[in-house]
């Protein structure tokens, strides 16, 4: 007598609402090193890809170098991706967006490739106002040359090998503000549930949206001492509200409608909702939220959540006055002038 064995039905991945399972939006295998906070946070990009149902062909992934601009390649792999020179993630990302408006474009860069060799053109792209959701994954060191201080490092933190920092940072939250970015945001690597709700936000932001991300380094700065390590994160953060995202295809749940709220509008109909904890804050202050962010660097407090949310301002395309269809979409008959055109602005430069 035979016997029928029946194998169990295979078990069918869930999938979003474009029908993408969740595996669609990683990207290679991470070769940081175990524990790194980056590996963290690029889970959560990859999170709040598939929630937000992002069409991965539709997505731009710049970096510049160090260990923060490696992680464009552990999540959509499908999307298109750009590794510029140290420092110049900021300006290439300008470029795409003047090439094509359609691209949600998603930055990642470090303290050292923000902060030092690309402060310039990190200040530039805010004040033009470029479509792009910005990460800062800060750890304070250059964890690819041996753990120096980079310009983020706090005053008075020490290095493993037991020097002391004795300048004082650059803080990239108030200097976002002071150049006019409409979403400023700060959080942990540790703190899943903020960090994925304000990449979220940044996400469906109009123009430029930023999220500093402490995110430690487990081989030359978490040790006591350092104040970007997870002990001293964990025992400094002060968050100012709970956080809660609502797609736009969604409506707001109970859980939003008691205690004290403030939601947020984001121009694509997702709302961002606030709610009050000890602190009454109010992220539409710009003035407050410059004053709140140097009261923290003196108190050495680590504020996390949304510290900056402005009125939304006109994006680089919308003031350049580019038209409706994306420039890497058209002719060229359409983008390049013709000779006589040409000649006559160099006869009008004479």
């Keep these: 007598m035979s016997t029928t064995v029946t194998e169990p039905a295979a078990k069918t991945p869930a999938v979003n609402k474009i029908g993408q399972p969740l595996a669609a939006y990683r990207g290679a295998a991470s070769t940081l090193c175990s ?6 946070i690029t889970n ?25 601009s490696k992680t464009t390649a552990y999540f959509l792999g499908q999307s298109h991706g750009f590794n510029s020179v140290h420092g110049r993630m900021a300006a290439v990302a300008t470029g795409v967006n003047l090439a094509n408006r359609t691209l949600l474009n998603i930055g990642v860069s470090g303290d050292g490739d ?9 200040l530039h792209m805010i004040r033009r106002n470029v479509q792009i959701c910005y990460l800062i994954e800060n750890n304070g060191v250059y964890g690819l040359t041996k753990g120096q201080f980079s310009a983020t490092a706090d005053k008075g ?19 976002a503000i002071e150049m006019g970015c409409s979403f400023v945001a700060r959080s942990f690597s540790g703190d899943m549930k903020q960090l994925g709700t304000l990449i979220k936000g940044a996400m469906v932001h109009k123009g430029t949206a930023l999220i500093d991300i402490v995110s430690p380094c487990v081989t030359f700065n978490n040790h006591e001492g350092s104040t970007k390590s997870y002990k001293f994160a964990k025992d400094h953060e002060e968050a100012l509200h709970e956080i809660g995202f609502v797609p736009h295809f ?16 984001m121009p694509d109909g997702s709302k961002i909702v606030l709610k009050k904890l000890h602190r009454d804050y109010d992220p539409s202050d710009r003035d407050n939220a410059l004053k709140l962010l140097g009261q923290a660097r003196d108190e050495r407090l680590f504020l996390t959540g949304l510290i900056y949310m402005g009125k939304p301002q006109p994006e680089l395309v919308e003031q350049k006055h580019l038209v409706d269809a994306a420039l890497a979409t058209l002719p ?15 006869d009008s430069l004479k």
């Design 157 to 175: 933190s020490v290095q493993k090998k037991g020097t002391e920092n004795d300048m004082m940072p650059i803080d990239c939250c108030a200097l």
């Design 332 to 346: 060229e008959a359409q983008i390049r002038p013709s000779a006589e055109v040409l000649q006559k602005i160099m």
């Design 114 to 122: 923000t902060a030092s060799i690309g402060l310039g053109q990190f």
């Design 250 to 265: 969604e409506p707001i749940t109970a859980e939003y409608a008691e205690g004290s709220t403030k939601t947020i509008d």
């Design 35 to 40: 524990g790194c906070g980056h590996d963290a």
């Design 44 to 68: 959560q990009i990859i999170k709040s890809a598939y929630e937000l149902n992002l069409e991965s062909h539709r997505v731009a992934k710049l970096s510049g170098i160090g260990c923060s």
